[in-house]
């Protein structure tokens, strides 16, 4: 016996519970289709929700930076890493989400792992959404602050959190905007009220919702503040992420200068990581543009979700909360999601089955992710191909809803 052999130990045990995790096969361009190895498939599995990644315009901003720029920086930002197009993609992402300023970071999960702890520190609370993404989970842990997780989207929960919380130095509430399994929005008026009435610091990560809501796509707060426009000024720090709707690679944060300013000094993942390669601030940049130059392919994603979640649940499926493009069937064990997920393949689809530690234990999902890029005869042919393999997955009767 090795020291390490214990992990084959814990591999074993994974694929006995149906948890262990297979890479797929690498893929070429990301698009409503995909090539896995002789066979192409519907993606329904990727979060390139407007379809940028592969788009003509955008490919040709990458290509051009490329030449001009070469691949990697070199560096971190503070030390020679910056590129002209960082700076310019940090402006428009300012103008963009209305704030003095904003920060690149190498991916969203360092924006998240970074921010947090150089926000909060020993002494200082942390009010976290249980189904916050993982990166949000991890700041929390490198910050020295006392996290306490409140039930999802559990407003009252977080009241009576917030009337012991006196004695905090600083206090923080972060959430995601768009929930990346359920697809339902976090209740950002209501955060938003209790952040200020509490005095404490409200962070938003947007990264299914940059691009997509709201009507000038910044995201959940945008869609929110017309009907609440002090929500705005309630949200202190915004984050999202270049490596969804915008096709690209990279994250960033928003917020005033002087947030900023400290982030470039104090957020480890931004001062101890080399740059991003100019290529990705390239393309989102032309990305960016494209988001606000054409409002139809968000409006036009949202409509077909809205309608596409109602022929769902007509079919039995459960989709529980979900509100945007993310749509989850919901099934329960992690051996008939999988099941499923492999039945869809044959049939030419691709949706993800998701498994804990992604979701929590018997919450595992179909996680079908709508992007622009998807034709009415994609949609169709999912619907088919659904509605032919529910069966197998003993959707209780009482649960289903009428055929029609
Ligand atoms: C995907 C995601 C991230 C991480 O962004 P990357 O750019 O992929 O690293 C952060 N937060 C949320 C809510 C996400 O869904």
Known sequence: MEPIDWIDEQLDRLRQA??????????GEVGAYCEVGWRKLMNFASNDYLGLAADPRVVEAAARSLNHDGCGRGASPLICG???????????????????????????????????????????????DAQNHASIVDGCRLSRAKTHIYPHKDVDALVGLLAEANHYRRKLIVTDSLFSMGGDLAPLPQLGELAERHSAMLMVDEAHATGVFGAGGRGVVEYFAAAAPQLHEQVHVRVGTLSKALGAAGGFVCGTKSLIEWLTNRARSYVFSTAQPAVSAAAASVALTIVEEEPQRRRDLLTTAARLRDQLRQQGWHVGASASQIIPLRIGSAQQTMQLAHQLRHRGIWIPGIRPPSVPAEGSLLRLSLSASHTDAMIEEVLDALDSCRPAVALSGSQRGKRT
């Open 82 to 128: 910056r590129a002209s197009g960082h700076s310019v993609l940090e402006q428009q992402l300012a103008e963009f989400e209305g704030t003095e300023a904003a920060l690149l970071f190498p991916s969203g999960f360092a924006a998240n792992a970074g921010t947090i702890p150089a926000l909060v520190d020993e002494g200082d609370a942390i009010y976290s």
């Open 18 to 27: 149906d948890l262990y995790r297979e890479l797929p096969p690498p893929l």
